[in-house]
């Protein structure tokens, strides 16, 4: 049991004050601002929005400050914030085939329509240290002309200049979507021209439970568990992940597609009878790529894992999408093997602000607690020492 602690309330006031200090540095810095954070700290900024719920990049900006950087703790902020907001309906599925590409790679075919797009990535550095970025020096080196934008045919899709002198060729055409926008093929979306994967699931029309509005209980289907895994722990689902690589729910996965970029966010307006546009999220997606033996029902084919997350944050999304995978043993009529593939296991402790919760709750005061523990020691010790065969079972002992 609890029990309330009383006074103190100046000690309490003082933490507040040397936390706030703490958290200002040294005052001849110049004190950092929320556009610096959500401009060069961005990929943090993703992360707080991602696992918080709430696509605000100034807000994320101002829990990363509030809370000195210690991420899980902005995540708490936001999470927090969430809560307060007035809820005004859900939004249209965002389609991510419109996406507006600032990054997309396959690992499962070099050539492919739309090409590869290096985009933003730490892929290719030597992660040795930069000291250039110790000093003040404004701007930053430029790419290269057509550098970023594949090689060979998928160079000249995306217009790369030709070193040669020559013209490009010209784009191949990429297909339009019902208002005039450019679609990226998806890797999946060939796999299944030719029946080599598994259709995507249905929709039945049916709207999927809200984890935010409702306690997760299981059995979780597919939307729930997808809706947990997108905000829940990056590290978390990262050892997950990994231990589907080292043997444990081995899924022999492929990176088929991650794609990075801008989604249009609709909302369905009733007394219209049309979507409304709202604005554009920064997204990244994953399509995993895993093979199959097949069933009784099942030829052999491949399957999906998915992953979906706001912002640049492509560790998790993989992350996501092989958990996703191990999760759906049971419908492929695979063996459960692996801590992975146990939906109550991954969802139920996935969740890093309730993790966090309860192992810091540790800190409150137990005094009751540890006196009971304490008293209870103490009786058991002295009825060992009064016990009969005490003494023989000492010299025994010696």
């Not at 090409?115 to 404004?138: I, S």
């Amino acid at each position: 049991m609890y029990v309330a602690v009383k006074g103190g309330e100046a000690a309490i006031r003082n933490a507040h004050a040397l936390l706030a200090k703490k958290r200002r540095g040294e005052e001849s810095v110049p004190e950092i601002g929320l556009d610096q954070i959500a401009g060069q700290l961005s990929l943090a900024v993703d992360r707080v929005m991602a696992e918080g719920s709430l696509y605000d990049r100034e807000l994320a900006a101002l829990a990363i400050k509030q809370a000195r950087g210690d991420l899980i703790e902005a995540i708490f902020l936001a999470r927090a914030f969430r809560t307060t907001l007035p809820r005004f309906g859900a939004s249209v599925p965002v389609d991510t085939g419109a996406m507006r590409i600032e990054r997309r790679i396959s690992a499962t075919f070099k050539d492919l329509p739309g090409g590869q797009v290096l985009g933003p990535t730490f892929d290719y550095t030597h992660r040795l240290m930069d000291e250039r970025l110790a000093t003040k020096a404004e701007g930053a080196p430029s790419p290269l002309a057509g550098e970023g934008w594949g090689e060979g045919e998928e160079g000249r899709e995306f217009g790369a200049v030709p070193t040669d002198g020559s013209h490009p060729s010209p784009p191949a055409p990429l297909p339009q979507g019902e208002r005039g926008e450019t679609r990226m093929p998806r890797v999946t979306d060939l796999l299944g021209g030719e029946g080599l994967i598994e259709p995507s699931p249905a929709d039945d029309g049916t709207p999927p439970r809200d984890l935010t509005r409702e306690p997760l209980s299981f059995p979780a289907d597919r939307p729930l568990r997808l809706q947990a895994l997108a905000r829940g722990d990056e590290g978390f689902l990262l050892a997950l992940g990994y231990s589907t690589q080292r043997g444990y729910a081995r899924t022999h996965p492929f990176v088929g597609e991650i794609r990075f970029g801008t989604v249009e966010v609709s909302l369905h307006v009733e007394e219209l009878g049309f979507a409304v546009p709202l604005g554009d999220i920064s997204v990244t997606e994953c399509q995993s790529v895993n093979q199959f033996k097949g069933s009784a029902t099942e030829p052999p084919q491949f399957t999906r894992g998915y992953g979906l997350v706001f912002g640049q944050s492509e560790r998790k999304a993989m992350s996501m999408a092989l958990v996703d995978r191990a999760l759906r043993f049971k419908e492929l009529g695979e063996e459960k093997s692996a801590p992975a593939q146990d939906e109550e296991f991954v969802l139920s402790h996935c969740d890093n602000v309730q993790a966090t919760g309860f192992v810091e709750h540790l800190k409150l005061p137990h005094y009751v607690d540890f006196q009971a523990e304490l008293d209870l020691i103490r009786r058991m010790r002295a009825e060992a020492e009064t016990a009969p065969g005490t003494e023989d079972m000492k010299e025994a002992a010696e």
